[in-house]
């Protein structure tokens, strides 16, 4: 009898745990073929003397296309341990460099971080990985 | 000599009348069957003279009156299943197997709170997951729901198991109940004058 029990509970578990929960996100790239991840911005930098956040044009290939940008997200925190807040938009996947020095001298943002992103029609925008956070250099 | 013949023929009558059944006796003797052996073995009712009928009959009349009180006494097999199905342990808990039901019980409340819990989770972190635009949160959330919605699945056959095993061990225990609840009758009422009267019992010693 106790073996009975054993063998249905192990035959239940196996069912239940064979089960998962459906990818069903349109953006999800890991289902859905047409979409695809956007590139990651892997090497920035922002300076104090010119206060200028510039980073490298991200791009990958996918199949018989590169994939770029089709712009960037730019976050800003107070210090290393704060949360990033989004202040600025780049559209383009050309438009690697943004001011900051406003955002340094009017909120106090030291801290900054780049993610790119792609537009999916109609309104649909894929963000992409975080870039490593960067702080001034001279 | 004719009647000497005659004479002679009588008294061979005489004797073979006498001496016949004699004779068969002695018979009958060499070829005696004991008493024991015609008696059937095992012996179907348990008694071989009066004495052991009368202390049959007693018996007999004891397990009747104890086999009335078994009757309205002994737990449907039935009545604790369904008790176990709709909460297990019920059934244990009637059948006086506080421990083991309150075990069961207690399992069975746990399980479904953490299942509860864990659903809610998963519930959470998948409505997060299907709005996110952001690839690393579709793929943190959908790891976090998955992660959740397996822990309540497991505890979710947890639960099934708990709860199956509940309602099978329910016939065991009314099984047990009921041959304790005759043991126990069969010593309670041994020797004891039973009255039984309209809506009451009683017993004198």
């Given at each position: 009898m106790k073996k009975l029990y054993i063998a249905i509970f192990v035959i239940l578990l196996i069912i239940v745990l064979s089960c998962s929960l459906d990818?069903?996100?349109?953006?999800?790239?890991e289902v859905n073929p047409s979409i695809y991840s956007p590139p990651r911005v892997d090497s920035l930098w922002v300076y104090f003397n010119n206060f200028k956040l510039t980073w490298v044009k991200p791009y990958y290939q996918a199949q018989d296309t590169t994939i770029y940008a089709d712009g960037y997200f730019i976050w800003g925190a107070r210090s290393w341990n704060t949360k990033f807040d989004l202040i600025g938009n780049n559209v383009g996947?050309?438009?690697t460099i943004i001011d900051v020095e406003e955002f340094y001298i009017?909120?106090?943002?030291l801290v900054f971080r780049v993610s790119s992103y792609l537009v999916y029609p109609p309104n649909d925008t894929l963000e992409g990985y975080n870039s490593k956070a960067v702080t001034f250099q001279n | 000599m004719i009647k000497v013949v005659k004479k002679g023929l009588y008294f061979l009558l005489s004797f073979c009348l006498i001496a016949a059944p004699v004779l068969a006796d002695e018979k009958a003797a060499e070829n005696q069957i004991s008493e024991p052996s015609i008696l059937p073995i095992p012996n179907k009712y348990d008694w071989n003279n009066v004495e052991e009928w009368k202390e049959a009959r007693k018996k007999l009349e004891h397990k009747l009156r104890v086999l009335s009180i078994y009757e309205e006494e002994k737990q449907s097999k039935t009545v604790n299943f369904l008790k176990s199905l709709i909460v297990p342990g019920w059934g244990h808990i009637s059948a006086d197997e506080h421990t083991r039901g309150e075990i069961l019980v207690g399992l069975e409340i746990f399980t479904v709170a953490s299942a509860i819990y864990f659903y809610d989770k998963s519930s959470d972190y998948y409505s997060r997951y299907k709005n996110a635009n952001n690839v690393q949160d579709i793929s943190q959330y959908y790891t976090d729901a998955n992660t959740a919605y397996q822990n309540y699945q497991a505890l979710l056959a947890v639960m099934i198991f708990i709860w199956g095993y509940g309602v099978l061990d329910s016939f065991r225990a009314t099984s047990d109940y009921n041959d304790a609840l005759w043991n126990d009758l069969s010593l309670e009422y041994k020797g004891a004058t039973l009255e039984v009267k309209p809506f009451k019992l009683n017993i004198r010693f």
């Open positions: 990818r069903t996100n349109p953006l999800d790239p996947a050309d438009n009017e909120r106090n943002y | -």
